[in-house]
């Protein structure tokens, strides 16, 4: 998958947790969090959900990592690009 | 032969309207059951029955606002009182009548029939021609709630305010190595950590744990925790998570899950927007320092948590960097003093400092 496409998979996901969220204009560096105004729980649904529609478990160690839009876009590509390959 | 009233469910409710029957008449029910739904201005709620028996008269039709405490139905078998009922306005039936046709509220009436009982006269005495509302839009509802409920909070209660700064590092470092083992739906939040401390907590400090009614303390054995959970939509509600002294981590993430996405598209049941016995307000997630909570009456207490950040922390003589979590507890200073919700906060830091034993 693209990192476009990868957005384009988040906004569907997101789009059950924030509904009137709006990928296209938040800073892609900024916290998801305060971005989307999404708590521990959102955020905890968000992975699960990641992780039933894209087949990604993050592990709680990289949850600095996928803090952002842009993290976590950058934390899927190389994973989502392997398996494409497989 | 028990009636089965319009529930009180919160200080701040006056009236719902009676959406939806589950049961009808000859139908058998047991507490606990959801025999109807009714919307109030925290959304729909389902209305549990708190007595077994059988539903022998349906008496309020879908559709029609009904102030707290009328009786909805008659259930044989058991006082099914919902809780928090007031007593209902002595008054002739014609005068019900007129009263419901017109949207005069009894309560409202001088009556003069027997020992004071509202007649047809006085209700067209008293002139009022107030039409029922429109079912307002769920978030003015909840707004409106919200305002009465902290107005007569600020206006009764006289809150006194403590803080303290809690270590989290044991507690983190157990979240982590506990959390390292579970899928990622079964790992905990750290919010689960400090229910449960504050649960374990209000055992040693009880009198922060009830009500505050009629000019006394009635402190609760159960220790149900009314959690504020913000609402996309705008406002918030505070269903109860019950019995947390006695549930495990894993069982609080659970009622969790359940209980927040049930919030937020307002599925919640009767019992659990009444029950709370204390509250507890989460602002870490957007940042906040401290949280200085308004008490939800007739509550006596408050529990707010900011963010967890790191800090530099002296301890032993030496200095270093923890994970740091800002505890604030409002109470009633009608119900206690200082003292005893310092006893509180330095029990609630202690759990936090043995996380396996939560």
């Given at each position: 998958?693209t ?15 924030a ?13 998801l ?20 529609e ?7 160690a990289?949850?600095g990592?996928v803090?952002s ?15 494409r390959?497989? | 032969?028990?009636d ?7 200080a ?6 009676l ?5 009808k ?27 077994d ?18 009786v ?11 809780p ?21 509220d ?8 027997p ?21 307002k ?15 007569r ?11 303290t700064?809690?270590?989290m ?12 083992a ?27 744990n ?13 220790i ?6 913000s609402?996309?939509k ?7 998570l019950?019995?947390v ?21 307002g599925?919640l ?7 709370g016995?204390?509250t ?9 320092a ?21 800090q ?47």
């Open positions: 998958m990192e476009a496409e990868i957005r384009a998979a988040l906004a569907k996901l997101l789009a059950r947790i509904p009137e969220a709006d990928l296209a204009s938040i800073d892609p560096g900024e916290p969090k305060r971005a989307l105004d999404i708590d521990s729980f959102d955020f905890l649904s968000l992975l699960v959900a990641v992780r039933d894209l087949g990604v478990t993050v592990s709680e990289d949850y990592k803090a839009l842009q993290g976590l876009v950058s934390f899927l590509a190389p994973r989502l690009a392997d398996r390959g497989c | 032969m028990g089965f009233r319009m529930p009180s469910l919160g701040d409710m006056r009236e719902g309207t959406l939806q029957w589950k049961v008449p000859g139908d058998r029910v047991k507490r606990g059951d959801i025999i109807a739904e009714v919307a109030t201005d925290k959304g729909d709620i389902e209305i549990e029955v708190f007595e028996g059988v539903v022998t008269e349906i008496l309020v039709a879908p559709g029609r606002e009904v102030p707290v405490g009328e909805l139905a008659r259930i044989d078998g058991g006082g099914a009182v919902a928090s009922t007031p007593e209902r306005v002595r008054a002739t039936p014609a005068a019900r009548r007129l009263a419901e046709e017109r949207g005069v009894l309560a409202s009436v001088r009556g003069t029939g020992e004071g009982a509202v007649t047809r006269e006085d209700v067209e005495k008293a002139g009022q021609t107030k039409t029922v509302e429109p079912r839009k769920p978030a003015e509802g909840i707004r409106l709630a919200i305002a009465a409920a902290m107005a909070s600020n206006r009764e209660i006289p809150h006194y305010y403590l803080e700064r809690i270590d590092k044991r507690a983190l470092a157990y979240l982590a190595e506990n959390n390292a579970l899928a990622l739906e079964e790992r905990l939040l750290p919010a689960v950590l400090l229910l449960k401390a504050v649960a374990l907590a209000l055992r040693e400090v009880p009198e922060l009830g009500y505050w009614i009629d000019d006394a303390l009635q402190k609760k054995e159960e149900h925790i009314g959690f504020a959970i609402l996309r705008g406002g918030l509600v505070t269903p109860a019950h019995d002294d006695r549930k495990s981590l894993p069982e609080i993430m659970a009622l969790l899950r359940d209980l927040i996405p049930r919030a937020r598209a599925r049941r009767s019992s659990e927007l009444s029950d016995t204390v507890v307000t989460n602002l870490g997630d957007l940042g906040v401290t949280v200085y909570g308004v008490i939800y009456p007739p509550q006596v207490a408050l529990v707010g948590f900011g963010k967890i950040v790191e530099p922390w002296a301890e032993n003589g030496m200095l270093g960097v923890r994970p740091v979590l800002s505890a604030t507890l409002a109470a009633d200073h009608r119900a206690t003093d200082g003292a005893r919700g310092a006893l509180f906060l330095d029990a609630l830091a202690r759990r936090l400092q043995e996380p396996a034993g939560l």
